[in-house]
């Protein structure tokens, strides 16, 4: 693992440099960019230490910040994830700027908590949002048959209007299941055939079929995409999953990271997945199979409650709320592999657009393309346009469609709102962490030397020590309980005790009998729930 530590003059050289870009900036950063911010972040004298934990097939950085201050492997941690989705531009810069303004504007708030920030999982991928051909890409640079024909690649997009954007080409065909949407034309949505609507186009993504399968755009020049590799339903022979669970350098790094990091006691994704603007809810059914599907249920309170707490921080209302997420993805393996509590949003939802009778317009692309216009943003749509296509000879071919990355990334000129919001709810998040504290401590005498001692262990917070599945899991350390007497010295109860859990504004009543004098040191406590200390004199 290579540490970076700046000198102060390079620090200094460095906010300059940051400070200027981001004067100048008008769009989403460059990798060259989120590197150079990195390092000003992690400067000499920051509480943030930056490391690259591996290099991606494609030589790109997967980088940690680490902000905090003092022992900081056993105060309770928060991970903040972005970038697990490639196409997800604004999840990078979500996370990069809550690592500057916590470094900037929040450092109280490292007294009592660590903080862990990866800002992309999936920079490979990201650098298509900056290159001369753009399309949504998803995997890394690994070289994948992604189709099992024996060839790499071979079946990958194809710019035919050479407009340098990857968008979709409609075909017409009597076999074709789409039809144009009544209200706007550009939109193509499938035929109901329980309704008799026939289709009159084949959807299908620009490209070519080079190996003459009958499939288009079914081998693409990318690799594994690490929202889809991990190990909860990991969707095995699926394209872009790889061959087996974790088997990219960067899905491999984090794990491996994470699970060093016994501290951590919750994680927030900057993902497409979400449970945040509306709370998963328990199913009683699903949570009894023998492979897990469902958010426990006193789990599903505390996503409960917390929703509500994003809601009230995070002005944007989505409308179309709570998602579970997607086989193989990092949201779901953090809850249903890692035990921790596990918070994902997208950071910005296509705000719900009416029509002229004032009706909800439901289909997503035609309520994105009436907001632009609302907006005022005209440059999200490639019109259809005729292309001469030689796997559809004498068949009219068009192509056209929502221009990339417009539908999951808002115009950067909304994002500093976007980002001081969710800074401020991850801060308010943190102010909830598991706090242990000692109080109705006792001591009684009970004559011929022995002392018996009595305390309550509180939970001083709405959250429990441990999620319900993190406890059930027993992966999560237990709360360990330890007096300073040797054993001989006990008389009743135990030099170390284990307690499974804690749970919110609750409390576990200790005792010990003791003989001899002096004093003695009580500790409680684990790294994700933090420790409490208690000297008691007999």
């Known amino acids: 693992m290579k540490k970076i530590y700046l000198s102060l003059v390079a620090g200094i ?47 790109k950085d997967i980088w940690v910040l680490k902000v905090g201050k003092g022992d900081m492997d056993n105060k309770p941690g928060i991970a903040v994830v972005g970038g697990v989705e490639g196409f997800h531009v604004l999840s990078v810069e979500l996370a990069l700027q809550f690592a500057e303004k916590l470094v900037k504007d929040h450092a109280d708030k490292l007294e009592q ?8 999982m999936s920079p490979d991928a990201y650098e298509q949002y900056h290159a001369s051909l753009k399309y949504e890409r998803r995997g890394n640079a690994a070289k994948v048959d992604h189709d099992r024909d024996g060839q790499v690649s071979e079946d990958g997009y194809e710019d035919l209007n050479k407009d340098g954007f990857i968008t979709m080409m409609r075909v017409e065909s009597p076999m074709g299941d789409y039809i144009t949407l009544e209200n706007d034309d550009r939109v193509l949505i499938k035929s109901d055939r329980s309704k008799g609507q026939r289709g009159s ?10 190996d003459k399968d009958g499939k288009f755009g079914e081998d693409l020049a990318e690799g594994i995409a690490f929202n889809k590799s991990l190990t909860y339903k990991f969707p095995i022979f699926e394209p872009l999953a790889g061959d087996f669970a974790v088997s990219q350098v960067e899905s491999r790094a984090l794990l491996d990271y994470l699970f060093d990091q016994w501290n ?15 709370p998963l809810k ?15 249920n006193k789990d599903a309170a505390i996503n409960g409650m917390v929703s509500g707490i994003y809601n009230e921080t995070v002005t944007q209302k989505a409308h179309n709320q709570n998602n579970q997420g997607t086989d193989g993805d990092f949201f779901q393996w953090a809850y249903f592999h890692f035990g921790r509590l596990s918070f994902g949003t997208p950071g910005w939802w296509v705000p719900e657009v009416k029509d002229a009778d004032g009706k909800a317009i439901s289909n997503p692309e035609a309520n994105f393309l009436a907001w632009a216009e609302q907006e005022g943003i005209n440059d999200v749509f490639v019109p259809w346009t005729a292309v001469d296509h030689p796997d559809f000879p004498g068949q009219k071919v068009e192509v056209g469609g929502i221009k990339p990355f417009v539908m999951h990334n808002p115009p950067f000129s909304k994002v500093a709102e976007i980002a001081e919001e969710h800074t401020n709810f991850i801060l308010k998040l943190t102010d909830l962490q598991p706090k242990l504290e000692f109080h109705n401590v006792k001591t009684e005498k009970l004559g011929n030397g022995l002392t018996r001692i009595t305390a309550d262990l509180f939970n001083n917070s709405p959250l429990p020590t441990h999620s319900e599945l993190g406890e059930r899991s027993r992966w999560l350390r237990k709360i360990r309980v330890d007096i300073s007497k040797d054993q001989k010295d006990l008389v009743a109860g135990e030099k170390i005790q284990l307690i499974k859990s ?7 009543s200790l005792s010990w009998v003791v003989k001899g004098s002096g004093s003695v040191d009580i500790k409680a406590g684990a790294a994700h729930a933090g420790f409490a200390t208690l000297n008691v004199k007999l």
């Open 113 to 120: 908590t660590t903080f862990y920030v990866f800002p992309n």
């Open 201 to 210: 186009y084949m959807l299908l993504p620009e490209s070519l079929d080079k």
């Open 502 to 508: 804690v749970g919110a504004f609750e409390k576990t």
């Open 264 to 278: 951590i006691f919750s994680i927030v994704t900057f993902s497409p997945a979400n449970n945040l603007s509306a």
């Open 282 to 296: 328990h199913n009683a059914g699903d949570s009894r199979k023998r492979i897990l599907t469902t958010i426990l």
């Open 13 to 59: 050289g460095l906010l300059c440099s940051h400070s200027a870009t981001s004067m100048a900036q008008g769009d989403y950063p460059t990798l060259s960019q989120v590197n150079q911010r990195l390092q000003a972040i992690s400067g000499s004298g920051s509480p943030a230490k930056l490391t690259s934990l591996t290099k991606t097939e494609g030589g």
